[in-house]
């Protein structure tokens, strides 16, 4: 089954008690939009699910295509195919955002297809200059250290290209829309469109925005509120919460 499941997933980051029994499961080409009031988990879970150690899974467990990925090393997920944007993208000092994403692109080949030669700089950089112009972002990115000096709307620019580039079987998104201009709205509906009709790519994405949501066809719409999802739907959901708050769902 091509899934990225989380069966009844609880998390927790330190001592605290984050998600509580969630379950979602996001298909091949299916997107699934996730929202809720800030604090709700909506962070802690993408992260859980990613693998980042600063989150702990206290029960449940992450299946990705019938493979239980739970114990599974954050660097192991990303070369199955899983991604995660961040809500703040790290800067990071000295490597460049030309290096880091095919030394991944690379990374992820090797995974999937061992015998595959690697793909050399030169080659690298044509297909990403082609790529870093759709996100609308200066060529001379790629030779900048990943993040660093970059705006807020810059680094979600990166982070989209990135997606692009790898070409994910799942990827989860965390507010990709959030301090980032009309123009650049457009440009993630785009990519996200382009990417569930051309790759099967399946999105988990959390946002808050409503001018990004009205260029998007869910699959579902879930609402999160103190570690639990309390509500799945379809567009009409999102209507409501936009239109009446999350006041209107009690709670």
């Known amino acids: 089954m091509s899934a990225l ?6 998390v927790s980051a330190g001592k605290t008690s984050v998600v509580d029994n969630i379950d979602l499961t996001i298909g091949a080409g299916e997107l699934h939009i996730l929202m809720g009031p800030n604090g709700s988990g ?6 859980a699910a990613m693998g980042n150690p600063s989150t702990t899974i206290t029960s449940g467990s992450v299946i990705m295509n019938d493979n ?3 114990n599974v090393s954050t660097e192991e997920r990303a070369r199955k195919g899983l991604f995660l944007a961040f809500q703040y993208p790290p800067d990071i000092a000295g490597v460049t955002l030309g290096n880091f994403t095919r030394l991944a ?3 992820q080949i090797e995974a999937r297809e ?5 793909i050399g700089p030169a080659d690298f950089v044509k297909q990403m200059t082609t790529s870093i112009s759709e996100v609308g972002l200066p060529v001379s990115f790629i030779g900048r250290s990943v993040n660093e000096g970059f705006s807020g709307g ?3 620019r990166s982070e989209l290209l990135q997606m692009m580039i790898l070409q994910p079987q799942f990827a989860m998104l965390d507010e990709i829309d959030s301090g980032v201009d009309v123009d650049a709205l457009s440009i993630i509906a785009d990519v996200l469109n382009t990417l569930r009709a051309t790759t099967q790519c399946g999105i988990l994405l959390v946002t808050h925005q409503g001018a990004l949501l009205d260029k998007l066809e869910p699959t579902a719409v879930h609402i999160m509120s103190k570690g639990k999802i309390i509500k799945s739907g379809d567009k009409d959901l999102i209507k409501e919460i936009l239109t009446s708050g999350y006041e209107s769902l009690e709670l």
């Open 68 to 70: 239980d990925i739970t």
């Open 154 to 156: 810059e680094k979600k």
């Open 114 to 118: 061992p015998s595959t030669v690697p």
């Open 105 to 107: 692109k690379n990374s």
């Open 42 to 47: 909506k962070s802690t879970l993408l992260n």
């Open 5 to 10: 499941q989380l069966k009844k997933i609880s």
